[in-house]
Structures are given as structure tokens and as C-alpha cells.
């Protein structure tokens, strides 16, 4: 990279990435818990993935019953700590609260559930559930990300051995890694692993299946597998430069954010991000936060194709992003490093059978954009070299085939959740595959 940004003080990194919702006190949690009207029917509880019982919790919060509410929550979700502070509540829970409808601000459910678990984590997790006797039987979870997390702790309550593969020295997957840290924090993710180690289950870390262990080895071992295993590498631009020093995926550079070691985090001084996904605005407001004097994203179909929710959005054209809409990516330009991006306008096409439209190339309007540093983040490719390993498991596009009852795909030992069967949802969903996969397993074990 030709041109680095200098380098921040130590408190203005702090206050760069401060959290963007910071923590409700005992008395604004008390306040905000008496706004609640209890919905007999609880739309808030319907849109929540995990189905948490939201008014229950919020209910013992008012009666400073924490412990009981805490228990409330984590029955339904044992990653509730990320989905407090990562969820996207606007859309969710929130998004359904009966009291938008009266024109009122929503139940602030996202911060009162944190409330609740950081009270539980500053008591040191007190045992709130109790586990079923041993049954003998163990399963293999590949991958320590939230839903092999949410399948291992049900399993362990169920009374089944289990043990966690994760193939990187830091257990927790996404949460751990791949979530901006002004919405969480890496020890977040790192207490929520710990409170699933407490049921008993056995994290193996730096052991990759299929590198370090073989798949068989596990098949063979293990009465059931559970593949919570994500996707894996980001999606290639395929234009010619790729290859230059200053082009990284979105996912790679958000690691390196990610470690809190934000001087050592090299970032250029005018920042292109291609793609408008929700990982693609986290990617720039961290460049942005990191000193990047303009950050430009690139997105070949119009604002309203873009897949990054609307608050994501807003926060970016806060930071001062630049959103290049209707704008493809054709190669990128430097001799040893990268000095800039060529692009070409696009304009819509004709819609196809299910009313989405395409986008075709304007002859004569390339231009360039002067960057020094690229950040992918138009995606991520499925893992079929391992699954194609596996028999009888399949893929579909970007996703396993499964029995959407049972978690089963179509070999019955093996299960599967999370973004590698949807292909890349919220942590919500991967916490709920992940529960509901482990009552798959204990229905085909206990057969």
C-alpha cells in the first residue's frame, strides 16, 4: 500500500469505536422495562428468530428478578449477548413492537436483554439450568461459531459428550471475529464460548477437520455430526490487479480490526469497498474509523437492491461514506501496489420473471477512482471441497440441503446449520438452527 493513513492516538481510537449503544443503568433499565404493555400475543416474540419470550424477561426486570430473566432468555438463545448488541432489532423484535403502530418509540428490547446478560456474566454465570444424566453417546460439533455453540450447550443439557472442532486458536467463529467492534467487543463472544464450556463441552481449538483430522475419524468416533461449519472464502472480484498489495476481503480486514490492536491495522488513505452488503458498511465505517481520509463504496445496482439494512446505511452516510451506486468494478490500476480503480457506469435492465431487474454496462462511461487500498466484500464462496468429501451430503447454490424438521442432510448422521444452509443469515438464525438441530439429534440418537 503506497499511502497508510497516520496513525491515531490511543483515545481517539477509543472513541472511534466506542459501542453505538452504550449500556442501560438500573434506572433507565427499570423505566424502559415499565414501558412494556405484555402483549398477550407477543409480536415481538414472533419475530424473534429464537422465539425468546420478550415479555416474560422484560416482565422480571421490572420485579428486579435478573437471574429469572436471564434464565428466560438463554433458554431460547445461548448467544444472546451478540444478538443483543449485533441483532438487527430495528427490523426484528423491535421492529415489531405494537407501539410503533401508536407512533411511540419501540421497546428498546436489544438493550434490555443486554442489561440482563452482562448482569449475568459480572456474577460469574451462575447455574441457572440443569443437565440431564449421561447417556453415553457423543457428537462432534465442526465449528465453534453460533450455532455449533447453540447445538453443543443443548446437547450438553440433553446429556450428551460432546466436543467442539474449531480449526482457529480462538474460539466463537463470526462473533468472535467477524462483528465491528462499536457493536461488540471481541471478550462479548469470548463469555458467551465460556458459558457453553460450563455445560461441559469440550472445545478443541486449532484443529481443523479435513486438515488436522480427518472427516472419517469423527464419522467413525462420533455417533452424530453436527457442520456448523460457516462459509468460507470471499467471493474473487475476477478483474484483472486483483492480485496487487492493497486488495483484501472485507472479512480479512475486519479480523485485523477485530484483534483491538487498531495502530498495526494498515489502512490506505482514500478506501474503496466493493459491494453494499451489511459487511461491506462495517468494512468502511471501520476504515473510516481507523483514519481512512475517504472511504467510497462501490455497488453495481442501485441503493434500493442493496442488501445492508437501512440503520447500517444511515450510520455509514454519518461517517461521511461515499456510495457509488450503479457502478461496476472493471479492473483495478497500479504497478506494484494499487493506485486506483477503474469502474464503468451501469443502468437497469429489463426485469426478469420475478420482477428483479439487471444491470448492463453504459459503452463509454469508464472512469477511474483513485484508491489505495480495496476491500472485497461482495460475498463468500460455500465449502464444497470438504462437503463434497462427506457422502451424501449436498449442496444447493451456496447452501446444504437439509430435512428443514430435523437439521438432517441427507447423510442421517450428519446435521448442519447455520450460514452454511442459508447461506448467510443473521447470528439470530444461526443460534436457532443450531438448537433446533440438536433436538434433531437427540430424536435420531434416541431412536
Known sequence: MKNIVSKLT???YEKNFQELHPPLSYGSAKAESSRCLYCYDSPCMKACPTHIDISEFIKKISTDNLLGSAKTILKSNWVALTCAKACPVAVLCEGACVLNEKGDKPIEIGRLQRYVIDNYFSLGMP???????SNGKKVAIIGSGPSGLSCGAELALLGYNVTIFEQSETPGGLNTWGIAPYKMRKQDALNEVELVKNFGVNIKTGVGVGTDIPFNELYKNFDAV?????LGESHALSVNGEELPGVISALDFIEQVKTEDWSSVPVGKRVAIIGAGNT???AATEAKRLGAEEVIVIYRRSSQDMSAYNFEFNLAKKDGIIFHFLTAPEKIVGKKFVEGIECIRMEPGKPDSKGKRSVLPVPGTEFIIPVDMVIKAIGQEAQNDFISTIPDVKFVGRKIQIN???YQTGNPKVFAGGDCINGGKEVVNAAYDG????????KFLGK
Do not use: H, N, V
Open 10 to 12: 490511543l483515545e481517539q
Open 127 to 133: 447455574a441457572l439450568f440443569s443437565k440431564k444424566p
Open 226 to 230: 453436527f457442520l456448523g461449519i460457516g
Open 280 to 282: 461491506s458498511i462495517d
Open 404 to 406: 428443514s424438521d430435523t
Open 435 to 442: 438448537k433446533m438441530a440438536a433436538y434433531g439429534i437427540d
